[in-house]
């Protein structure tokens, strides 16, 4: 089992700026990345940011310019930093971990934290 704890969500207007954050603990064995997605009412979890271990990083164009990923995998930790937050940000974020083979089944989600943002 892997837990994974979300904090930073809440209520901002627009251009307002949040930073999320996720620790991971139990059973982690060698991470391949950590990454934040989102679910809007209604609609799918899509992928917002995520990062390797190795540092690289990946970005839905939507969020590009505007919101930063990054990582303490010394702490297992990986922080979402959004800036000039729009309306259509809102929606709760997950956090997710995922490991390398064999260790696959330990990769998992966290319980999400909502981030809504007012016009």
């Known amino acids: 089992q892997v837990q994974l704890v979300e904090s930073g969500g809440g209520l901002v207007q627009a251009g307002g700026s949040l930073r999320l954050s996720c620790a991971a603990s139990?059973?982690?064995?060698?991470?391949?990345?950590m990454g934040w997605y989102r679910q809007a009412p209604g609609k799918e979890r899509d992928m917002v940011a995520t990062i390797t271990t190795g540092g690289s990083t990946n970005y839905a164009d939507s969020v590009k310019g505007r919101f930063t990923i990054s990582r303490d995998f010394a702490k297992n930790t990986v922080y979402l930093q959004m800036n000039s937050l729009k309306p259509e940000d809102t929606a709760v974020y997950y956090c997710?971990?995922?490991?390398?083979?064999?260790?696959?089944?330990?990769?998992?989600w966290g319980q999400g934290t909502q981030v809504t943002v007012s016009s």
């Open positions: 139990g059973n982690i064995f060698r991470i391949k990345h």
């Open positions: 997710n971990l995922e490991q390398f083979p064999p260790y696959t089944i330990y990769s998992g």
